[in-house]
């Protein structure tokens, strides 16, 4: 796909990088939708963002039904289009935990608690693809200049940061390295962009792009790997530091911990294509938190 369009970025429809001043309009704004932390009787609001494979409305059904049954209390699950709405929402306390990614954890560590962190084919880590059209050979970075390029979302590792980072090291950003960029906010969009030629390369999650091989094989089979990033920590499950050891934290924690000691935990983790949820370990998340100060350095 090439077309005579000049470089730059798509700027309609592109909310700003996850600043403090945008995390703290967004929390204000979501100030109306309850208290900050739950009582003991009310319902536990978990986030999702594209982390999750959102779309799948058997998982979020059988991933609400356990996570309520196993905390003993109604759980809502509360999805939205981008990152920075579910990060704003989680460090105000509006959300007692959600599945976030790794970036926006490093940037908001000291404001957010770990509570779990998914095993995926024996280990808490994953990668990012750089991905291109199936018959397209593209053995390097420099192969992908000049191209349509997809991203998930501005806040997202995988689908973002891993990139700018890898372009920041050769002294390039997106808008001079790339004709021109769009953010398609799911990494399933963004293997879709490439699939149909909308997009001529782009930033993926692996974990989202090994599962929509085993689902959606034809629509893989229209894409190829054209680089893997180094092993990253696993996009977190977090809860905002002021609620860390409250009973919702502690139930949702057990949850996740336990989820593969119950028939319905062990659906959802089938859905998922996941071996469990463990215990964090905040190491796992230097080699991402190490991108995002390159980045504020060089970019």
Request: positive net charge.
């Amino acid at each position: 796909m090439r077309t005579g369009r000049a470089r730059g970025s798509l700027a309609i429809g592109q909310p700003a990088r996850l600043t403090r001043r945008s995390l703290l309009a967004g929390a204000v704004s979501a100030a109306a939708l309850g208290p900050a932390l739950a009582s003991e009787s009310s319902a536990l609001r978990f986030g999702l963002t594209p982390v999750c494979l959102t779309d799948d409305l058997e998982l979020l059904s059988r991933l609400r039904s356990y996570l309520s049954r196993s905390a003993a209390r109604p759980v809502e699950l509360v999805l939205r289009r981008t990152y920075q709405e579910i990060t704003a929402l989680l460090v105000s306390g509006q959300l007692d935990a959600a599945w976030i990614c790794g970036y926006p954890y490093v940037e908001y560590r000291e404001q957010l608690a770990l509570m779990a962190v998914p095993v995926w084919r024996g280990r808490p880590f994953y990668q990012s693809y750089l991905i291109a059209a199936a018959g397209r050979e593209a053995p390097a970075l420099a192969d992908l200049a000049g191209d349509v390029h997809a991203f998930s979302d501005p806040n997202s590792n995988s689908g973002y940061l891993v990139t700018r980072a890898l372009l920041a090291e050769r002294g390039e950003r997106p808008e001079s390295f790339f004709r021109q960029t769009f953010f398609t906010y799911g990494h399933r969009n963004v293997v879709r962009a490439v699939a149909t030629g909308l997009a001529d390369s782009g930033s993926v999650d692996g974990y989202v792009w090994q599962v929509m091989s085993e689902t959606e094989p034809k629509l893989t089979g229209r894409t190829r790997i054209a680089r893997r990033s180094e092993w990253l920590g696993f996009p977190p499950v977090a809860a905002s530091r002021d609620a860390e050891g409250s009973v919702g934290f502690r139930a949702l924690q057990d949850a996740f911990l336990s989820m593969g000691e119950a028939e319905e935990g062990r659906a959802v983790l089938t859905l998922l294509r996941l071996d469990r949820f463990g215990a964090p370990e905040l190491g796992d998340y230097d080699a991402i938190a190490a991108k995002a100060d390159l980045v504020r350095t060089l970019g």
